[in-house]
């Protein structure tokens, strides 16, 4: 069992084969540039000429490539029959089912990943990095020692598009997060950014206890519950975010969409609410 193939020699799969090797697994590695596998080679990996030699060399298959084409043509010709084949190559919900379903017809047990982490926090405990996965519970469960070497092993569910979706929701709201200290820096270039970071991290940090009281109004169906700040005085109070960012010569157009769905939500008659309403607007649209 202590032995892996890993597909896919990027600076993230580079990274997690690296962290196996240094947990004394046997580590045969592939990258469609060969001389990317030189320096795991120069640390005792074994190198696969194809990638279906590398998935013959080994019961776990990681693939870690640039997309789910990708992954598709480099295993085309490869005997998954047997195989454990874990795919952390970032994709959509969708493709991962697809896949899941490829590579089932294929006799192999499937997971698919989504890594939480940038390759320096790989192979190191305490960066807290971590990987969702979701598919084969079995395959979990029996490889789950293994998998928690690089980073985090955490199981999202059978459905194979499961740590795909989390991965893209928590890189989203991480987008929206860097949105918001985008427009922070904007209005405070004139000052010092190293003396206001301190201050930046110190709100965002106390503001993340948010999404506890967007869950429970979700779970709950009431979007009033514990609200202190509520949808009639936030979007009050934009109107001085607004003026404040012209005033300053910075533009708004990091902000102006959410407040706008803001107002929709305001103008339907929920005032008391707080902003969770605005996730029934978005559902709406889709």
Not at 88 to 96: L, M, N, Q
Request: aromatic residues 6%.
């Amino acid at each position: 069992m202590k032995n892996v193939s890993v597909l896919g020699l990027g600076a993230m799969g580079g990274a997690v084969a690296r962290a196996w090797l240094a947990a004394g697994y046997e580590t045969t590695v592939w990258n469609r540039t060969a001389s990317r596998a030189e320096p795991l080679v120069a640390e005792g990996a074994k190198p696969a000429a194809t990638a279906a030699e590398a998935v013959v060399a080994s019961g776990l298959v990681v693939v870690c490539l640039l997309d789910d084409a990708s992954v598709g043509e480099a295993l085309a010709d490869a005997d998954l029959a047997g195989k454990d084949l874990v795919n952390i190559t970032t994709g959509t919900p969708g493709e991962a089912r697809s896949r899941a379903s490829w590579a089932v017809a294929r006799g192999a047990r499937y997971l698919d990943g989504g890594i939480m982490a940038v390759p320096p926090m790989i192979g190191v405990p305490e960066s807290g990095a971590y990987i969702l996965y979701s598919g084969s519970p079995e395959l979990f469960a029996e490889r789950r020692d293994a998998l928690a070497i690089p980073a985090g092993a955490r199981y999202v569910g059978e459905d194979p598009g499961s740590a795909a979706l989390h991965d893209v929701a928590l890189l989203s709201a991480m987008t929206g997060m860097f949105a918001g200290m985008s427009h922070a820096f904007a209005l405070t270039r004139g000052t010092s950014p190293k003396e206001f970071a301190p201050l930046l991290v110190e709100w965002l940090t106390a503001m993340a206890g948010a999404a506890d009281g967007m869950a429970a109004h979700l779970e709950t169906g009431d979007y009033t519950l514990g609200v202190t700040s509520n949808l009639a005085m936030m979007v009050q109070g934009n109107g001085t975010l607004l003026r404040t960012a012209e005033e300053e010569g910075v533009s708004s157009e990091l902000l102006t969409p959410f407040m706008a769905l803001m107002e929709r939500r305001l103008a339907g008659g929920h005032g008391d609410e707080g902003t969770t309403g605005v996730v029934d607007l978005l559902l709406s649209e889709a």
